[in-house]
């Protein structure tokens, strides 16, 4: 049988970043994952950029039940700190899996891959035990960092979930977020013919807005506003795009009227966005003669629509694509110092499972670097 100090469920950033924190304390320390290889989730994001963190990180930019839950983690683990990190490694930053997996290595901790999970158990006379595929293994302290339910294709299975109920810790809603957005027969109709056009502008949902580019797909909507928009979205609620990107439309487009008045719409809308885009909106508004022949409020009216152009989601691509999930183990249930289960000393919660989310662009990775140093620093 395995005995260890800290058992740690999930090789994704938050695990092995606590494993680290945690065996150069010198605690014996086992990572331990279902997945052949660790950090999967790091190597594919940001496109395969590896987005690790964003300088911009502020409390605004996580979403939770609680938003000022994350702050102790974050202020006391930075986005700098972890770039000193980085430089220290002295490697490509698009490797930085192979440092975490050096990094543990080096301090003493073990990390077992391919290997599938069963039941987790406290243990009367103190601590845990974890069965699984190898044996059991015994532990004083669990950090779960399972991550969450997002694409499941990586081996996603919210089993992090399962354990926070086993041991009476709440949860809230779950849903995915960072995903694009699906839409209606009607809407898709017109969609798919502009599948792969791109536009810059804002996209809002209430108050909350993102200045970043949209992307028609033959499912809806998507591109790095939609993704962040996503977050806030809620089903029976529309999104408004904007494509104005701060010019004024309606006096743009009486110029175009007074410089070329034998051009069609099309035209005039092609030198403010793509000509797809530019033909279809020529279409939906009816007006089919030369600018010319339209009338200042006609003008406006298309202006007013390209600033404020509603649209009624039904419904997102779901968990398939999601790059996280939104919601989790509820934060009242946990120490935000620590990351530790008030209700169940030695068992910790980290990185994506908790009801933590950022925005996209390395904010959640930055959440998984500091909550995975905060736990790894006492456990």
Same mark, same amino acid.
């Given at each position: 049988?395995?005995?260890?100090?800290?058992?740690?469920?999930?090789?994704?950033?938050?695990?092995?970043?606590?494993? %680290? !924190?945690a065996a150069?304390?010198?605690?014996?320390?086992?990572?331990?994952?279902? &997945?052949?290889?660790?950090?999967?989730? %790091?190597?594919?994001?940001?496109?395969?950029?590896?987005?690790?963190?964003?300088?911009?990180? &502020?409390?605004?930019?996580?979403?939770?039940?609680?938003?000022?839950?994350?702050?102790?983690?974050?202020?006391?683990?930075?986005?700098?700190?972890?770039?000193?990190?980085?430089?220290?490694?002295? %490697?490509?930053?698009?490797?930085?899996?192979?440092?975490?997996?050096?990094?543990?290595?080096?301090?003493?901790?073990?990390?077992?891959?391919?290997?599938?999970?069963?039941?987790?158990?406290?243990?009367?006379?103190?601590?845990?035990?974890?069965?699984?595929?190898?044996?059991?293994?015994?532990?004083?302290?669990?950090?779960?960092?399972?991550?969450?339910?997002?694409?499941?294709?990586?081996?996603?299975?919210?089993?992090?979930?399962?354990?926070?109920?086993?041991?009476?810790?709440?949860?809230? !809603?779950?849903?995915?977020?960072?995903?694009?957005?699906?839409?209606?027969?009607?809407?898709?109709?017109?969609m798919?013919?502009?599948?792969?056009?791109?536009? !810059?502008?804002?996209v809002?949902?209430?108050?909350?807005?993102?200045? !970043?580019?949209?992307?028609?797909?033959?499912?809806?909507?998507?591109?790095?506003?939609?993704?962040?928009?996503?977050?806030?979205?809620?089903?029976?609620?529309? %999104?408004?795009?904007?494509?104005?990107?701060?010019?004024?439309?309606?006096?743009?487009?009486?110029?175009?009227?007074?410089?070329?008045?034998?051009? &069609?719409l /099309?035209?005039?809308?092609?030198?403010?966005?793509?000509e797809?885009?530019? /033909?279809?909106?020529?279409?939906a508004?009816?007006?089919?003669q030369?600018?010319?022949?339209?009338?200042?409020?006609?003008?406006?009216?298309?202006?007013?629509?390209?600033?404020?152009? /509603?649209?009624?989601?039904?419904?997102?691509?779901g968990? /398939?694509?999601?790059?996280?999930?939104l919601?989790?183990?509820?934060?009242?249930?946990?120490?935000?110092?620590?990351?530790?289960?008030? &209700?169940?000393?030695?068992?910790?919660?980290?990185?994506?499972?908790?009801?933590?989310?950022?925005?996209?662009?390395?904010?959640?990775?930055?959440?998984a670097?500091?909550?995975?140093?905060?736990?790894?620093?006492?456990?």
């Amino acid at each position: 049988m395995e005995q260890v100090d800290v058992l740690i469920l999930g090789a994704g950033a938050a695990g092995l970043f606590a494993g %680290i !924190e945690a065996a150069r304390r010198g605690r014996r320390v086992l990572v331990i994952d279902h &997945a052949k290889a660790p950090g999967e989730k %790091i190597r594919i994001s940001g496109g395969g950029r590896c987005n690790f963190t964003n300088l911009g990180i &502020a409390p605004d930019r996580f979403l939770s039940r609680n938003p000022r839950f994350a702050l102790s983690a974050l202020k006391r683990y930075t986005q700098w700190d972890f770039i000193d990190r980085m430089n220290l490694w002295g %490697i490509a930053w698009h490797e930085k899996t192979l440092g975490l997996c050096r990094d543990l290595a080096q301090a003493g901790g073990q990390l077992w891959l391919s290997t599938t999970l069963g039941p987790l158990a406290q243990r009367a006379g103190g601590g845990f035990q974890q069965e699984t595929a190898r044996g059991p293994v015994r532990a004083a302290s669990v950090i779960v960092a399972t991550g969450g339910k997002s694409i499941p294709k990586m081996g996603a299975t919210g089993h992090g979930y399962r354990i926070a109920e086993q041991f009476g810790l709440p949860l809230t !809603e779950t849903r995915p977020a960072l995903v694009p957005l699906t839409f209606a027969t009607q809407e898709l109709d017109w969609m798919k013919p502009l599948a792969g056009v791109a536009v !810059e502008g804002r996209v809002r949902h209430g108050r909350t807005t993102f200045d !970043e580019a949209m992307l028609f797909t033959h499912r809806g909507l998507s591109g790095p506003a939609i993704l962040q928009i996503s977050s806030y979205w809620r089903e029976g609620e529309a %999104i408004s795009l904007d494509l104005s990107q701060g010019r004024d439309l309606a006096a743009l487009l009486r110029k175009a009227r007074a410089d070329h008045p034998k051009a &069609a719409l /099309r035209t005039a809308l092609a030198g403010m966005m793509p000509e797809r885009l530019a /033909r279809h909106l020529e279409a939906a508004s009816g007006q089919t003669q030369p600018m010319g022949a339209l009338s200042n409020a006609a003008l406006d009216s298309l202006a007013a629509g390209l600033t404020d152009w /509603r649209l009624m989601p039904v419904g997102s691509e779901g968990y /398939r694509t999601a790059e996280v999930t939104l919601g989790g183990v509820e934060t009242d249930a946990l120490d935000a110092r620590t990351l530790q289960a008030r &209700a169940v000393p030695g068992l910790y919660f980290v990185g994506e499972v908790v009801d933590v989310t950022g925005w996209l662009g390395g904010y959640n990775f930055q959440w998984a670097w500091s909550s995975g140093w905060a736990a790894g620093q006492v456990a």
